[in-house]
């Protein structure tokens, strides 16, 4: 791809509610999003104005993704409890499954599964916000859903030159546009004005060693998307599992006993997650 191209592609990701394929909801909670000045109060009046929106953000907040099972009656009740930064990746997550079902089967799974064992990684360590640290799980694949969006056929070659090649389709991203969809997901997130908690994430899942924001949070999502994968849970575009980052595995004091404690929550929080959104 020339550079020319490079530079129109990251133009189109990072102006992605300009589509016209984009439903209508989400052009609005990006437009809300963008506003530096979007209140809590803004985005449940925003929320409670839409039935199915408000069925959507229940649904979520009450799913293990944020362990309140049942308690979460009402939207306002919600957004208290999770405060802005989280609510904002709240209202994308279930605002964009939709699209990731359309561009690529099982990227909905597997991110929903990301974002339940980053939650339970975050909680085992003790990090003070393990709902911020499942937001980030839940988003940090969101730039594949802009490429798969783009450049629909060219994506589409990609996945298959990964399998083919047996290697992770970030890599192969890197050598046909030199950027990946994490950087894509951070320009988003960025232009969206998301919190830089979040974008620290989406944009250095795979590179964790490069966070300067929130590393911890970066470390739990790079540790979780592997894990996941390994697992076998819903299909991110390519069938490799990558290596933990050595350094990471050392960060987050892992071994065989905390990863067997870690699949096992695993299982039990998806079992019980099963059929969200569907």
């Known amino acids: 791809m020339r550079d020319s191209e490079r530079r129109t592609l990251r133009y189109k990701i990072e102006n992605l509610n300009n589509l016209p394929t984009i439903p209508a909801v989400l052009k609005k909670i990006i437009k809300l999003l963008e506003n530096p000045k979007t209140s809590l109060s803004d985005i449940g009046n925003f929320v409670t104005s839409d039935p199915a929106l408000t069925t959507k953000v229940l649904k979520m907040v009450n799913s293990p993704v944020y362990g309140f099972p049942g308690r979460i009656s009402s939207v306002s009740q919600a957004l208290v409890l999770l405060g802005l930064n989280v609510t904002k990746g709240l209202l994308l997550g279930v605002s964009v499954f939709e699209l990731m079902h359309k561009t690529m089967t099982g990227l909905w799974e597997h991110s929903l599964a990301c974002a339940i064992c980053s939650k339970v990684i975050a909680k085992d360590l003790n990090l003070k916000d393990p709902e911020e640290v499942s937001i980030a799980g839940l988003l940090h694949d969101i730039g594949k859903v802009a490429l798969a969006l783009e450049v ?118 998806l079992a019980e997650s099963e059929g969200t959104f569907e």
Request: hydrophobic letters at 40%.
């Open 152 to 269: 629909p056929e060219y994506y589409q070659g990609l996945m298959e030159e990964a399998k083919k090649k047996r290697i992770p389709l970030f890599q192969v991203e890197d050598e046909h546009f030199s950027f990946t969809h994490a950087q894509a997901g951070g320009w988003m997130t960025r232009k969206w004005n998301f919190p830089r908690t979040l974008v620290d994430v989406i944009e250095y899942h795979h590179s964790p060693s490069l966070s300067k924001v929130v590393p911890d949070h970066c470390a739990v999502v790079h540790v979780a998307d592997v894990i996941v994968k390994a697992r076998g849970f819903g299909y991110a575009g390519d069938f490799t599992v990558p290596p933990v980052n050595p350094a990471i595995w050392e960060k987050l004091q892992l071994n065989e006993e905390k990863i067997l404690h870690i699949l096992k929550r695993l299982d039990e929080d």
